[in-house]
């Protein structure tokens, strides 16, 4: 099968394109080029997508078979842990096993570097350029990781905590049964922030219970409705299959896409 790679990342349909074989070949191929740029460390994570976790064992075995030290994040974590991991630990790049919004029967892979966000075009056509027809056979030990404590001290860093804690109204959370799951509660918890959250759809779920994890108003039914009769400053944020896009929901049920979410940020 030929795999190309398009817009951050390669992906297809689970068990028809995204196989072990094809994936090992696409490990095979990243972990060739990280050893030829001199890399030595990589870091493997995956979403809440049927069999992600499998997946992710899989290709962080053919990295570590290479002779790439490895890293595996032990659930499924939002991409943007993965980045933050990518930098924590000082690694050469990062692997993750996510189909990002796309419906439930697709996976995919998205790859980082050094730097956390997302490959450059040229560094993806080096890796296009070392796709084998079949992958490397050796399979290594992948060593598992947890940076859930540091991402949280991370982001303490980078928000107003006073202006949080005065926030006088519910925030809703709906992570779509995707990695974003129960994180937002937990930073909060964290941080010692004592917000009302409610969450929607927080328990991963691999089909996304019945829609694509996009934050579109027509796959948000439930919470629109739900805020439907909320007042401000009550709001709700969205996010998708792997958590790296939002959305928000004002009371009367208001829809913000992310490129207005980001607008708004920009302008305040």
Do not use: C
Not at 50 to 64: K, S
Not at 140 to 163: C, I, S
Not at 244 to 249: F, T
């Amino acid at each position: 099968m030929d795999i190309r790679f398009g817009t951050d990342g390669w992906r297809g349909v689970i068990a028809r394109d995204f196989t072990f074989f094809n994936l090992a070949r696409v490990a095979t191929a990243y972990g060739r080029y990280l050893l030829a740029k001199g890399g030595k460390t990589v870091v493997v994570g995956y979403d809440t997508r049927f069999q992600a976790r499998a997946f992710a064992e899989e290709a962080a075995g053919v990295l570590a078979g290479l002779g790439l030290k490895a890293y595996l994040l032990q659930d499924p974590h939002p991409t943007p842990m993965l980045s933050f991991a990518v930098r924590h630990l000082g690694a050469d790049g990062g692997l993750m096993l996510t189909a990002s919004h796309n419906p439930p029967q697709y996976l995919g892979v998205k790859l980082k570097g050094p730097y956390g966000g997302s490959a450059l075009p040229e560094e993806v056509k080096g890796v296009e350029a070392l796709l084998p027809e079949a992958p490397s056979e050796a399979r290594g030990r992948a060593e598992p990781l947890e940076v859930r404590t540091a991402y949280y001290e991370h982001l303490k860093g980078l928000l107003d905590l006073e202006a949080l804690s005065r926030f006088p109204g519910v925030l809703y959370h709906d992570a779509m049964g995707g990695a974003g799951d129960s994180h937002l509660s937990a930073f909060l918890r964290h941080a010692g922030l004592a917000l009302e959250v409610r969450e929607l759809h927080n328990v991963p779920h691999p089909l996304f219970y019945g829609v694509n994890p996009e934050p579109l108003p027509k796959n948000l039914k439930t919470l629109l409705a739900v805020m439907g009769p909320e007042e401000a400053p009550t709001f709700a944020v969205v996010t998708d299959g792997d958590a790296d896009r939002i959305a928000a929901v004002l009371p009367g049920g208001r829809f913000f896409n992310p490129h207005q979410v980001f607008a708004v940020l920009l302008r305040h």
